[in-house]
Each structure stands twice: as structure tokens, then as C-alpha cells.
């Protein structure tokens, strides 16, 4: 009478293991959440100035991509590229699980970089198991990636399909936390820049000198 109990409790705890979120997942939850309550602001003023001029089609871009398993969603953004709200805008994807905040591009169906090796095998059968292992179906798409912060470098092996296929193959939550604080260093490194040169644009030789200088000294 005692054994099944025990047994269900077992069960119990080994299917809650398997249900229970990783720790890539729970990254995204509270990370892509807070980011989210943080751009809020900015995207209420960015999709009200986009209301007001009317544009076609809408405040919001819709696209169809494929994520983890081959699963089909419409992708949103602001129809915008200004202070990166557009990619701000799919935070909500990252929260309700269609992106990651680290993962390959999200890819749309007639992409032919989402069409696995095999796909056209002689049988349905070998078709669908080879699209089963494809590793792009293997983890979903991200906000950004491996390929989007190395793409620039201009050497040879920093291919975006061979970086994107590296990550899903060595990915961790280490890794997504490198990448997302290399994908931040640069808008800000920027954004410094700029703020920099327009500091100095509007300083001259005049502001360095003391007081009572002529230029006849």
C-alpha cells in the first residue's frame, strides 16, 4: 500500500523536472521583462508619434517567422529604426516565448536557410527526421545573436550562418550574458561618441583663454 505513493511521487518530481524552465528561460523572463517595464515609456511616445503621421499599414510591421521547432508566429515591430525601437518593440515576443534574448535570426518561411538539409529527400519520412535534427529548429530565434556581434569583424569564419550554427551547438546562459553586455557596448559606445563631438563642437580656442586676453597680446 505504501509502494505507490511512493512511486507517484517519483513520477511526480520527474516530470516537474522536465516542465520546470531553464535557466536560459528564466533569463529571458526576468531580464526581457525588466527591459521591457524599463522601454515602455519610449515605445508609448515612439508608436503615439508614429500614430500621428498616419503611415501605411500601420504602427506596427508584421512578419511571419519560424521558431523552435519549426512553429509559426507573426513577428511585430515598430515600423521604425530610430533609437532601435523596433527591436525594443519584440521584447514582448522575448516575455511571451516566441524569441529569446540571445538565438539565431529569426528567420522568415521562404528563407532558404530555413529549409533543413534533407528536405528534399526521397521520402517524406527521411524529410521529416532530418528537419527534426536541423539545428536551427533545435532553440529559438533571438533578439540578437552570436552572428549580430561578430558579423563586422570582416573575417572569414565569422560567417553569420557558421556563427548562428557555433551558438547553437556551445550555447549557455555565460555565453548569452556576454553577448547581450557586447551587443549593449556598442550603441552606448555611440552614443558617447556623439554626445562627445557635440560637447566639443561647441567648444573654441576663445573658452581656454583668461580673462582680459587680446588677440593683439
Known amino acids: 500500500m505504501q509502494a505507490q505513493p511512493r512511486e507517484w511521487t517519483w513520477e511526480w518530481l520527474r516530470e516537474w523536472r522536465q516542465a520546470r524552465p531553464s535557466a536560459k528561460r528564466v533569463l529571458d523572463l526576468t531580464l526581457g521583462s525588466a527591459l521591457l517595464a524599463l522601454a515602455a515609456p519610449l515605445l508609448a511616445a515612439g508608436a503615439l ?3 500621428a503621421r498616419r503611415p ?4 506596427l510591421t508584421r512578419s511571419p517567422r519560424i521558431g523552435q521547432g519549426g512553429h509559426l508566429f507573426v513577428l511585430h515591430s515598430l515600423r521604425t529604426r530610430r533609437l532601435r525601437l523596433d527591436l525594443l518593440s519584440r521584447l514582448l515576443h522575448v516575455v511571451r516565448g516566441d524569441l529569446s534574448l540571445v538565438g539565431p535570426e529569426p528567420l522568415t518561411p521562404d528563407d532558404e536557410r530555413a529549409r533543413p538539409p534533407g528536405a528534399d529527400a526521397d521520402t517524406p519520412e527521411t524529410a521529416a527526421t532530418t528537419a527534426a535534427r536541423h539545428w536551427r529548429q533545435e532553440l529559438k530565434p533571438g533578439l540578437t545573436g552570436l552572428a549580430q556581434v561578430r558579423s563586422r569583424s570582416g573575417m572569414p569564419w ?7 550554427q557555433h551558438y547553437a551547438e556551445h550555447h549557455w ?3 548569452d550574458l556576454a553577448i547581450l553586455a557586447r551587443a549593449a557596448h556598442a550603441p552606448l559606445r555611440r552614443a558617447i561618441r556623439r554626445l562627445t563631438r557635440h560637447g566639443k563642437a561647441h567648444l573654441s580656442d576663445t573658452d581656454h583663454r583668461r580673462c582680459g586676453y587680446s588677440a593683439a597680446e
Do not use: N
Not at 565569422?158 to 548562428?164: G, H, K, S, V
Open 49 to 51: 508619434a508614429l500614430a
Open 56 to 59: 501605411p499599414g500601420g504602427v
Open 158 to 164: 565569422d560567417e553569420p550562418a557558421l556563427l548562428d
Open 173 to 175: 546562459v555565460g555565453l
